[in-house]
């Protein structure tokens, strides 16, 4: 298994395609804290937003090789 993902003969690297998962799944995540209200409670919201994506991407890239993508 190689460390690369084909797009129509174009290979990108599986990180870069789950840090664009992991992004767009920051996005929602920090609307969903939007709406509630809940940026009030945190001092530096780029810190969590930029946490945020750290985390998601370091879930996916755990879960990555259950779905049969290595890195």
């Known amino acids: ?12 690297p599986t990180l870069l395609v789950l840090a664009m998962i992991a992004l767009g799944g920051a996005f929602v995540v920090t609307r969903l804290i939007g709406a509630f209200g809940l940026y009030r ?3 530096y919201r780029a810190l969590v937003d930029l946490s945020l994506f750290v ?13 049969g993508y290595s890195l």
């Open 1 to 12: 298994m190689t460390g690369e993902v084909s797009f129509d003969g174009v290979f990108v």
């Open 41 to 43: 409670f945190v001092a």
């Open 55 to 67: 985390l998601i991407l370091g879930l996916l890239s755990i879960l990555a090789p259950s779905f």
